[in-house]
């Protein structure tokens, strides 16, 4: 066991290599740099070369690469073209934000898709059943961005309700603040619910025709311990994977939600540094959220082995 | 002498009645009648054996008395179903659940796919028990070692920590006869017990399951396709073909005697030990009818019988006594002499 998540841990360290090679010619692919911008928002033109040099941006790309590398393995991430801030610190500032907004849409997905999914599984080939494959379809198949733009805009026509402008900070009101998350959340969680709540009606079907199913139906089990006990923990050990292919989706969904509900989390701090070719900023996230997604899929590799006491490490 | 069971049968009640049982199943591409009007009836402390080849019906059967058969695709219809007096037909879904595993219980064939593999041995014996007996706590766990250790597995404390897949088929049949007679049923039903494992250790799992059923006075019934299974550990046996009882008798009669061509047939594809080496093992041509796709007109199995006539495609025979004790569905029954 131990083993095994060193040898993960280790894995992590070409994976990062790559990442950090790709975001770095690809950042520097998008045409313009922070220095160009610069002059053109604020217009002093004849320090461009000095304002490269500054910032470093003068170097030749391997040489910065090697900078960039050598200092973010001694964890320093470099700092903001714009705010001269380190990197490490703003993402670090914004972090809690996002891990609330994804935990939250976790939950949703969660409490609706498994149980929905076993309901629907139970009632197969009922009514009850084929509104909820409906509604799954349909799930899968709306944007979250589209859903997130029409809940502004028609919320805001119909219901009077608009998208706050002013974040309330965790610490202020921990409540009010959470609340400020909720839309989001449940926008983001609608397809990943629907895909877990497809999966475990899958699974359930499959599982509920087993033997041992029926082993527990003879010992006399009433249906619903033969289900919760029986049937859950086997169907949900492929649910599992399908979580874990999920991850990605997820933090890339908080990316989206952040820059439609104006939130100010890690999400909305990328695509900011996007459209200012913060070159720092988009690499430190991108490796954070890479390592994230990385480590998340190793939780939830383990967990296979609870789940599953044939799985081990 | 003591008495046997079949001189027993006399005065004792049947503990099981089944009368005229039928099951249909209505599938996407059709109907089917798995179980056509079969009667037996189930003495206390007896052993029944069941054989057939597969399809015909044996599982489906003893499913229907346990009310395990899924209902919808499933129908089953019966005269009567009584066990130990109550009504198996009507009775509620809780007063099922508390036969099942308690008064009656089962053993499947596959051990590999009957247990539950993410959860404990103990876990899953504890269960049944726990909600039967309501044992707790450590008189709960010294039943299940006494349980274990009854049926032969050695060092039972340990084996209720593990899982299934770190045992071996024999241990997990062993362990699923031991989970079925944790309650103290009055009968165990075993479906193919032994078709799933290894030569060398069926035996050993036959004889298991005689002698701990004589011993806690428990009637069993013994499914199997085998005829040769059944033979030193039954006191009778009905023999089932396409979803009907062809002949029914107790055992050493029916291995002296036996009247239908179709046992007669299973009778000689029992591999023998004092078969002569390098001839091939007999087995019946042909194979039982799709209930499924053909229509069965007269006998059922006279596509594949040597003695079929004219008039057993005309008209299906009826399972009559032909000697006490010895039913036989059969129109030669009388001038059906064994050969080979
Ligand atoms: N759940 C089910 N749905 C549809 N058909 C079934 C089902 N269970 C059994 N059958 C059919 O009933 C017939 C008898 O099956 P079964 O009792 O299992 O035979 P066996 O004698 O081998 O135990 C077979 O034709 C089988 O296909
Ligand atoms: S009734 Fe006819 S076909 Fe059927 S088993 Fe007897 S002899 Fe064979
Ligand atoms: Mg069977």
């Known amino acids: 066991m131990k083993r095994y998540i060193t040898r993960r841990l280790l894995l992590l360290l070409p994976t990062l290599l790559l990442v950090s090679f790709l975001v770095f ?155 400020q998350l909720v839309v989001p959340s449940l926008v983001l969680s609608v397809a990943l619910s629907a895909s877990i709540m497809r999966m475990t009606r899958t699974m359930m079907l499959e599982v509920m025709r087993e033997d041992y199913i029926r082993t527990a139906r003879a010992k006399g089990l009433s249906e619903w311990v033969v289900v919760i006990r029986h049937a859950l923990a086997n169907s949900l050990i492929p649910v599992l994977s399908i979580m874990g292919i999920q991850m990605a989706f997820l933090v890339g969904g908080t990316v989206i939600m952040e820059s439609i509900f104006v939130l100010p989390g890690m999400g909305k701090y990328l695509l900011d540094a ?36 044939r799985i081990r490490y | 002498m003591m008495p046997t069971p079949m001189q027993n049968q006399q005065q004792a009640k049947p503990i099981l009645e089944v009368h005229g049982l039928i099951v249909r199943f209505t599938l996407r591409d059709g109907a089917l009648i798995a179980v056509r009007n079969v009667s037996f009836d189930l003495f206390p402390g ?85 909600l039967h007996l309501g044992l707790s706590g450590r008189s ?63 035996d050993q799992i036959l004889r298991l399951i005689r002698d701990l059923t004589r011993d806690l006075g428990t009637a069993s019934v013994l499914i199997t396709h085998n005829l040769g299974a059944v033979a030193g550990t039954t006191d009778r046996i009905m023999v089932m073909y396409a979803g009907r009882i062809v002949e029914k008798a107790p055992t050493p009669l029916l291995f002296k005697d036996p009247r239908h061509p179709y046992t007669q047939g299973l009778l000689r594809s029992i591999p023998r030990v004092d078969q002569p080496a390098g001839r091939r093992l007999y087995s019946i041509s042909g194979a ?23 008039q057993c495609v005309a008209q299906a025979p009826s399972l009559e006594p032909f000697a006490p004790e010895h039913l036989v569905s059969c129109w030669k029954a009388a001038d059906a002499h064994q050969h080979g």
């Open chain 1, 25 to 179: 010619c690809i950042v520097r692919i998008i045409p313009g740099d922070a220095v160009t911008l610069m002059v053109a928002e604020m217009g002093f033109a004849d320090d461009e070369a000095e304002l490269r040099a500054v910032l470093g941006l003068d170097q030749s790309l391997p040489r910065q690469y090697w900078n960039y590398m050598r200092n973010a393995l001694r964890g320093d991430l470099g700092t903001s073209l714009w705010s001269g801030q380190p990197v490490l610190e703003e993402i670090t500032r914004r972090l809690p934000l996002t891990f609330r907004l994804a935990l939250m849409a976790l939950f949703w997905t969660l409490l609706t898709g498994i149980p929905l999914g076993v309901l629907s599984a139970l009632k197969q080939d009922t009514w009850l059943d084929y509104l909820l494959r409906s509604v799954s379809v349909g799930g899968l198949s709306i944007p979250s961005f589209w859903l997130a733009t029409l809940l502004v805009v028609f919320g805001a026509i119909w219901f009077r309700w608009v998208p706050p402008i002013d974040f309330i900070p965790f610490g202020e009101d921990p409540l009010a603040s959470l609340g």
């Open chain 1, 274 to 309: 996007i459209t200012w070719r913060d070159y720092p900023v988009i690499q430190g996230i991108n490796l954070f959220i890479c390592t994230l997604i990385i480590c998340i899929n190793l939780v939830i590799d383990l967990l296979y082995g609870v789940l599953d006491p």
């Open chain 2, 46 to 130: 007896e052993s029944l054996g069941v054989v057939g080849e597969s399809g015909c019906g044996k599982s489906v059967t003893f499913l229907s008395v346990m009310r395990l058969i899924p209902t919808p695709p499933g129908k089953i219809d019966a005269v009567k179903m009584r066990f130990s007096g109550m009504d198996l037909l009507d009775a509620s879904k809780r007063q099922m659940r508390r036969i099942r595993g308690n008064r009656i219980s089962m053993v499947f064939q596959d051990p590999m796919s009957s247990l539950n593999p993410v959860l404990t041995i103990g876990r899953q014996m504890r269960e049944g028990i726990q």
């Open chain 2, 140 to 202: 709960l766990d010294d039943r299940c070692i006494e349980l274990l250790d009854k049926v032969g597995i050695s060092a039972p404390e340990m084996r209720l920590k593990s899982y299934p897949h770190q045992l071996s088929g024999g241990i997990r049949q062993r362990v699923m006869i031991a989970m079925a007679l944790s309650c103290n049923p009055s009968i165990l039903l075993a479906d193919e017990p032994t078709t799933a494992l290894d030569v060398t250790i069926q």
């Open chain 2, 288 to 310: 039982p009818p799709d209930l499924l796709r053909e229509t069965i007109q007269g006998c059922a199995f006279a596509p594949r019988c040597p003695l079929a006539e004219e």
